[in-house]
Nanobody
Framework: QVQLVESGGGLVQPGGSLRLSCAASGSIFSINNMGWYRQAPGKQRELVAA???????NYADSVKGRFTISRNNAKNTVYLQMDNLKPEDTAVYYC???????????????WGQGTQVTVSS
């Protein structure tokens, strides 16, 4: 089994910052892509940022210049630094990891449980 545990959400005022973390644990051989998604009430889940295991990062246009994704492969952890937060960033944030459990296994997507981010004065 593979588990993804997120932390770092909360309530912040507009213009503030938060840092989300997501640690993967369990039966892991390697992790390919890792990413953050978000879902606001009444809206579809959308990609916020993604980071491959080597290669360029990818951001939604709405967060470019404000959010930074990074990862620590030794800890199987992905981070999302969110600066200059806006009310429209309010959503539940989910991390996703593309995991190989064995060297011969195909990759499979695992999701975290989600963490609430609320931007409000």
């Amino acid at each position: 089994q593979v588990q993804l545990v997120e932390s770092g959400g909360g309530l912040v005022q507009p213009g503030g910052s938060l840092r989300l973390s997501c640690a993967a644990s369990g039966s892991i051989f390697s992790i390919n892509n890792m990413g953050w998604y978000r879902q606001a009430p009444g809206k579809q889940r959308e990609l916020v940022a993604a980071i491959p295991n080597g290669g360029n990062t990818n951001y939604a246009d709405s967060v470019k210049g404000r959010f930074t994704i990074s990862r620590n492969n030794a800890k199987n952890t992905v981070y999302l630094q969110m600066d200059n937060l806006k009310p429209e960033d309010t959503a539940v944030y989910y991390c996703k990891a593309e995991v190989r459990r064995r060297s011969y296994s195909p990759p499979y997507d695992y999701w975290g449980q989600g963490t609430q981010v609320t931007v409000s004065s």
